[in-house]
């Protein structure tokens, strides 16, 4: 089955830890992003990246690093800078841009820190 | 940037009645009107969209109107049923952003 595959799923982390969450798309996708979800808040945009070797920051992209050094696979971390990290991540992609066309999201990570 | 509003944030229905959840946004150059649908502990599905030169659009069970001159947009659900609960979300889009409301938790009582 195509999809976003995210990991791990729940993740606990103690403050000043760097923590890295997986997104892997066996879609074809050009672009991958990660969204950031808070209670009763829309989803925020932390980074995007359009194609291989390239990406951009979002809105809320402080505290947080990327890379994109295959197509099917977008790796988030979350630094030790971020102020407030406990949230639900969720990545997702998209056959062309994202606000023309179909997202696809995983399942999500909620990270915790302790 | 683009403000998108989006009530209720909570909305409690009878099985088999309708409801309706309406978006405002404020960035005139938004011509894309997707509406996702988030289960829980799950990430959000794309249910519907509607484009700038489309006033309604209809999909079985549910309907998206659009109103560009007053910037509004609602999201119509008939004959609802237990499986639609879940938090449903609108963005509003544009060439250069992707903007989400903060979601409507959809309770369809049985």
């Known amino acids: 089955d195509g999809g976003i595959t995210q990991s791990p799923k729940y993740l606990f982390r103690k403050e000043g830890q760097n923590v890295t969450l997986s997104c892997e798309q066996n879609?074809?996708?050009?672009?991958m992003y990660w969204y950031r979800q808070d209670p009763g808040q829309g989803l925020r945009l932390i980074y995007y990246?359009?194609?291989?070797?390239?990406?951009q920051k979002g809105d809320i992209a402080e505290g947080y690093s990327v890379s994109r050094e295959k197509k099917e696979s977008f790796p988030l971390t979350v630094t030790s800078a971020q102020k407030n990290p406990t949230a639900f991540y969720l990545c997702?992609?998209?056959?062309?841009?994202?606000?023309?066309?179909?997202?696809?999201f995983g399942e999500g990570s909620r990270l915790t820190v302790l | 940037g683009e403000n998108v509003e989006q009530h209720p944030s909570t909305l409690s229905v009878q099985e088999g009645d309708s409801a309706v959840i309406k978006c405002t946004y404020s960035?005139?150059?938004?011509?894309?009107f997707p509406w996702y649908k988030q289960e829980l502990g799950k990430g959000p599905q794309l249910i519907i969209d509607?484009?700038?030169?489309?006033g309604e659009k209809k999909d079985q069970r549910i309907a998206v109107t659009l109103n560009k001159t007053a910037k509004h947009f609602s999201l119509h659900i008939t004959e609802t049923q237990p499986e639609d609960s879940a938090v449903y979300f609108c963005?509003?889009?544009?060439?250069?952003?992707?903007?989400f409301g903060s979601g409507t938790q959809l309770t369809v009582l049985p």
């Open positions: 879609l074809n996708h050009d672009a």
């Open positions: 963005v509003s889009g544009s060439a250069r952003q992707l903007t």
């Open positions: 960035d005139s150059a938004s011509n894309y």
């Open positions: 990246s359009q194609i291989v070797n390239d990406f």
């Open positions: 509607i484009r700038s030169n489309v």
């Open positions: 997702a992609s998209s056959e062309g841009q994202r606000y023309t066309g179909e997202l696809f």
